[in-house]
């Protein structure tokens, strides 16, 4: 993971690099132009298309960061945070299939009420503090890629009916969070940060959550996969 996350801040310092360089002659900014050399850039950048390791080696972590990426560039990406209600946290972590089923399920139940069973979206059960260092109630970070407005502000409704079916509406920001995400004026950077906040405590063990806290959905793997076959195309 470590020599991924260095890929990732080279790969993110190439896109500043083509940008400017797309700027400087005049030419349009194209969604995933900063992944392909065809601006006749790559003597300036630390990465060709071909020095871009194979899907097959990749960790979920990297997957992840790539589908979130792709989302970025067409504008069409949300982040969220969703807390889990006390009384559901019981009944999961004394339920004999295990609390990431739990999580799992319902989600997928919500979302297709919805219409959303297609989606891509990710997402990391947490229970420890940003720090580390203590305990908290058990909550989920993610994002999800949405074509329109709507279709986050029906994703926003399946979070709450899996995990806070009883939500007034006084505590529902509070509980659950949803925003689109954005780079911070222009910084291609950022695109990381949100992912290493997701990851932070990936290693910390919970006997509750199992060898097993995120869920990846196949369409975000499908996503993520083709984005990745394009950037490596020479």
Same mark, same amino acid.
């Given at each position: 993971?470590?020599?991924? $996350? ?21 030419? =349009? ?11 006749? #850039?790559?003597?300036? !950048? ?14 979920? %972590?990297? $997957? ?10 067409? *504008? #069409? ?6 807390? /889990?209600?006390?009384?559901?946290? @019981?009944?999961?972590?004394? %339920?004999?299939? @295990?609390?990431? %089923?739990? /999580? ?9 009420? *919805? @219409?959303? *069973? %297609? ?5 990391? /059960? ?8 203590? &305990? ?5 970070? @993610?994002?999800?890629?949405?074509? !329109? =407005? ?20 006084? !505590? ?13 004026? +222009? ?5 990381? *940060? ?15 959550? +199992?060898?097993?806290? /995120?869920?990846? &959905?196949? #369409?975000?793997? +499908? ?10 195309? =020479?």
């Amino acid at each position: 993971m470590e020599a991924e $996350k260095q890929l990732v801040s080279a790969l993110m310092a190439d896109a500043h690099i083509r940008r400017a360089f797309e700027r400087g002659h005049g030419l =349009p900014s194209e969604p995933m132009s900063v992944w392909r050399d065809s601006d006749h #850039s790559w003597p300036m !950048t630390a990465y060709a298309p071909t020095h871009l390791p194979k899907w097959e080696t990749l960790t979920e %972590a990297m $997957k992840m960061f790539i589908a979130f990426d792709a989302g970025m560039e067409f *504008q #069409s990406c949300y982040a969220f945070t969703a807390h /889990v209600n006390e009384a559901l946290i @019981g009944k999961w972590s004394a %339920a004999t299939h @295990g609390f990431m %089923a739990n /999580v799992e399920q319902r989600l997928k139940r919500a979302l297709h009420r *919805q @219409g959303l *069973q %297609a989606i891509p979206y990710c997402y990391l /059960v947490e229970t420890r503090s940003r720090s580390g260092r203590s &305990s908290t109630r058990p909550h989920l970070h @993610g994002f999800f890629i949405a074509e !329109t =407005p709507i279709d986050a502000a029906r994703f926003q409704v399946a979070l709450e009916r899996a995990f806070h079916p009883d939500l007034i509406r006084k !505590t529902r920001q509070r509980a659950i969070k949803v925003e689109p995400a954005y780079d911070n004026g +222009g910084n291609f950077a950022g695109r990381s *940060q949100w992912l290493s906040y997701m990851i932070k405590n990936i290693d910390r063990w919970d006997a509750r959550l +199992g060898k097993r806290r /995120v869920h990846l &959905s196949r #369409s975000l793997i +499908g996503i993520a996969r083709e984005a990745w076959e394009l950037r490596r195309e =020479p």
